[in-house]
């Protein structure tokens, strides 16, 4: 099993839809989670990070759930420029802190 | 504004021949880390850095070094470029060892 997964998508959502993604993790030694988007041919870049909790950053919803080993993402209200490939990543403790990336998930915003 | 800086952002080159690709920041990040994104693949870790002096491998670093001489720069060297390490490159700092990472442009490398 791959240590961090995620379904490759694309996932085809009719704008203003609600969206959601998980990504699963392998190694419960983990520490630190986080979604970034990626727009083609550029760079990640940080979403949000995701706490214990769960939280939430206007559209965006993230929540965590240690017991199955799984990060979720969720978008309300989609929008055309949410349109991304959508990157989880997962920092182990016993990894020499590295932060490990899934594949990511591709969405588009259908008009 | 702090950022992180990649250049050149395109590069040609010859199979055989030495080439440096440059990362920069200016947050004072300890940490730096160098990544190739292939299709299929996803990011895969080439060397990363915890500070000046401090170098370590990567789950591909074969053909690859690096090195760090002060907190700003890591640049990435391919000692003898090969068609096979044709992909983007991307560099990420993050403050320490909680933190997340944060990633330059990238430079995309063509291996002829």
């Known amino acids: 099993r791959k240590e961090v997964e995620q379904d490759p998508g694309p996932f085809n959502v009719p704008e203003g839809a609600t969206v959601a993604f998980n990504c699963t993790y392998s190694?419960?030694?983990?520490?630190?989670f986080f979604w970034y988007r990626q727009d083609c041919r550029k760079e990640p870049k940080l979403l949000m990070s995701v706490y214990s909790s769960g939280n939430e950053d206007g559209r965006f919803t993230a929540q965590l759930n240690r017991a199955s080993q799984y990060i979720s993402l969720l978008i309300r209200d989609s929008k055309l420029s949410d349109s991304a490939t959508y990157l989880c990543a997962v920092r182990f403790m016993n990894r020499d802190d590295k932060i490990i990336f899934g594949k990511g998930t591709r969405l588009h915003i259908l008009p | 504004d702090a950022e992180i800086t990649q250049s050149p952002r395109h590069k040609i080159t010859e199979t055989g021949r030495q080439v440096t690709l440059a990362c920069h920041q200016t947050?004072?990040?300890?940490?730096m880390f160098w990544y190739r994104q292939d299709l299929g693949h996803g990011l895969r870790l080439i060397h990363y850095s915890y500070g000046v002096q401090d170098t370590n491998k990567g789950e591909v670093s074969d053909g690859y070094s690096v090195s760090r001489s002060n907190t700003e720069d890591l640049p990435l060297t391919l000692e003898s470029a090969a068609s096979s390490q044709t992909s983007v490159y991307f560099c990420?700092?993050?403050?320490?060892?909680?933190?997340?990472?944060?990633f330059g442009p990238g430079t995309r490398l063509l291996v002829l």
């Open positions: 190694n419960s030694a983990s520490q630190s």
């Open positions: 990420a700092s993050s403050p320490g060892p909680s933190g997340a990472q944060y």
């Open positions: 947050w004072n990040h300890n940490n």
